[in-house]
């Protein structure tokens, strides 16, 4: 694996290097905490996984984070699962996340963009002030530390209004997109019981209004708890009986009142995709989320006062929780509401430049796209100003690392990134100071302890392992919703390797230090002991200009037997006759391995997959070994549940 490119795509510059933030960080903290002078980031991320509490403690004096109560020590525990940070301390996440209100005013804190994709600023001061008033009418309303707030909400700047007040208060903030239905809204938010519920009257998208009234009617009556519901008229509708208006509730001018809260209190509850059941209801902390995201966004990302941080996302994924800490940095965060290809495949480039945006995050499947629809992102845009541009969601193809070089600029930093909602940031990707080499993320995050290991559990390089952290990380859920012994984090996390995390993908640590993603480990193709990562399939046969996209299963079978299907969703004209067949083959023959050529190549009318985008591999596994559909997989959590009948009916004539 370490041979495979024996030549960075990328190196940075000198003046690069010397001018970011982890370089004057390690300086830094070679002076004041016993981190190494020499050795640049290797040497770096050793130590910050050998010294836990150093490094950690280096990061909160490095960002100067506001202790309200000093802590007693960095890790009064550190066993996983329940290790305890900073214990003793108090601070709050919305108080840091406005800082910059202080000392830049007037400077965009937020730039909101719609499907016209004309910037709208709003100020640091006005932020600020209108977290402030609704803070103090939530107060009012009798929301209280730890009572739950939920938002129905698009990418808009009155949800981060509503996330950054309902965290000063000490409250828990959840949140959907409003393209989720009713059911599979319920399924997350009836099991945290929310007090207040903030809702859209619709959104726009692709070019048309999407009315949810309906739904948040259904919502209502399906939330016993709420005590309040906060209408914010987007498509310009009344207010339903009963409802409060937002303009009413931001209008007041009032400083911001920021709970002091302990390091462990609850910040946000995020949800794992739920496809095998009610989705996980992923509790993260304050101090959890605010002293990794500060390393991630600042460290990893390099981003500050005068960067612009645009990433398409929505509100019901966690890349959307990561854009608004980029806050936490002073950086002016870009929120973009709208279809990711509207009027064309070419939106999000047209975002990024008029938006001046300095790192642009997408996803993987965004990136493959335009490179099928023949965009040309340097030649139709101005993108001078982008210094990154990162990706996400599933593994970056080496293609795409190609395309992004070829198309946007030979002198691009392009960061693969891989994390989990599960601890809403990233395990491995981005660092400024480092080679890109193509298929390739950068190197493990600062203070993880990311490993590859064998069935055996233990450690192997160059070589496709599970994704296993040995150490804690601050960011881990402090605990799940509605789980009170423990048992579902546990066995989420903890059952393959006691104390250690298994995340549930396959990686390749390379002797290098550069880390490859392979895809899931729970739906990892094996033949004949030979293993093979999704994703490696998909890069390969979605090269092919007749195939919109794929998905394979490797299924085991009750004689022993092992079945592998390739379900391909053919471009619009194309056939898949006997030459498609032969090429889809001679592709992953000749690029892949011979022993993971399909048994079947199967024409399917689409590829389900979850509400955050990802394609659904083991329910798919699940419904082709018998399961019925309604234990294979929860309805609510899949963007199109009738595909998934084909599935089921090629299950049944198997049988």
Request: charged share 20%.
């Amino acid at each position: 694996m370490s041979t495979v490119n024996p030549e960075p795509l990328w190196r940075p510059d000198p003046q690069r290097i010397a001018k970011a933030q982890v370089t004057r960080f390690q300086a830094w903290a070679a002076e004041h905490h016993g981190a190494p002078a020499d050795g640049g980031y290797p040497a770096l991320h050793r130590w910050s996984v050998d010294e836990l509490e150093s490094f950690w403690a280096a990061v909160t004096q490095w960002f100067d984070v506001r202790f309200s109560t000093p802590y007693a020590r960095v890790l009064g525990d550190r066993s996983m699962p329940g290790a305890e940070w900073f214990p003793g301390a108090t601070l709050n996440y919305a108080e840091h996340a406005l800082r910059a209100a202080a000392t830049r005013p007037d400077e965009p804190a937020l730039l909101y963009v719609d499907e016209s994709h004309e910037p709208q600023p709003v100020t640091w001061s006005e932020l600020r002030r209108q977290v402030g008033a609704l803070a103090a009418r939530l107060r009012d309303l009798g929301v209280r530390p730890g009572d739950r707030v939920s938002g129905y909400l698009p990418n808009i700047p009155q949800a981060v209004v509503a996330l950054l007040a309902t965290a000063a208060v000490g409250a828990v903030w959840t949140s959907c997109a409003p393209d989720f239905g009713a059911r599979s809204v319920l399924d997350r938010f009836q099991q945290v019981e929310p007090v207040v519920l903030f809702t859209v009257d619709g959104y726009r998208y692709g070019g048309k209004e999407h009315d949810r009234r309906d739904t948040v009617a259904e919502l209502r009556r399906e939330l016993p708890t709420l005590r309040a519901v906060v209408h914010i008229p987007l498509l310009g509708t009344e207010a339903p009986e009963g409802a409060l208006e937002w303009t009413a509730l931001t209008a007041g001018d009032e400083e911001p009142v920021f709970e002091q809260v302990p390091f462990a209190h609850p910040l946000w509850v995020l949800y794992s995709s739920g496809t095998t059941g009610l989705p996980k209801a992923i509790v993260q902390s304050q101090g959890g989320i605010l002293v990794e995201h500060l390393k991630q966004l600042g460290l990893h990302c390099d981003l500050g006062p005068e960067d612009r941080f645009f990433w398409y996302t929505s509100t019901g994924w966690m890349m959307w929780n990561f854009l608004v800490s980029g806050l936490l940095t002073g950086t002016t965060v870009v929120l973009y509401d709208g279809s990711p290809g509207y009027p064309d495949t070419g939106a999000q480039w047209r975002i990024a430049e008029r938006t001046g945006a300095t790192l642009y995050g997408t996803s993987a499947a965004y990136v493959m796209a335009c490179r099928k629809a023949a965009v040309h992102p340097a030649r139709d845009f101005d993108l001078s100003r982008i210094q990154c541009v990162a990706t996400t969601g599933s593994p970056l193809p080496p293609d795409g690392f190609r395309w992004l070089h070829d198309e946007v600029r030979e002198d691009l930093w392009i960061a693969s990134v891989s994390g989990g909602t599960d601890v809403c940031s990233c395990f491995a990707g981005a660092v400024p100071t480092l080679p890109v080499y193509t298929g390739e993320l950068q190197a493990p995050g600062l203070g993880t302890d990311l490993q590859s290991w064998d069935p055996s559990g233990h450690p192997v390089v160059d070589e496709v392992g599970e994704l296993v952290v040995t150490r804690p990380m601050p960011s881990m859920p402090v605990h799940f919703w509605n789980d009170p012994d423990g048992s579902r984090y546990h066995d989420s996390y903890f059952d393959t390797y006691p104390g250690v995390w298994r995340h549930g993908d396959w990686i390749t640590v390379t002797s290098r230090g550069s880390v490859v993603i392979h895809g899931r480990s729970d739906s990892t193709l094996n033949r004949q002991g030979v293993r093979m990562g999704s994703a490696d399939i998909y890069e390969v046969v979605e090269r092919l200009p007749e195939i919109k996209e794929s998905l394979v299963i490797g299924v085991e079978q009750p004689d022993g037997g092992y079945w592998m299907p390739l379900f391909v969703h053919l471009a619009p004209g194309a056939v898949l006759d006997d030459a498609l067949l032969g090429r889809i083959k001679q592709a992953i023959r000749e690029q892949l391995s011979p022993r993971h050529v399909p048994d079947e190549v199967i024409e399917v009318p689409g590829v389900p997959h979850t509400l955050t985008g990802k394609r659904i591999e083991v329910p798919v596994k699940r419904l082709l070994q018998g399961t019925p559909l309604e234990k294979a997989v929860n309805p609510g959590s899949i963007d199109n549940l009738e595909l998934l009948h084909f599935y089921e009916e090629l299950a049944r004539k198997k049988a």
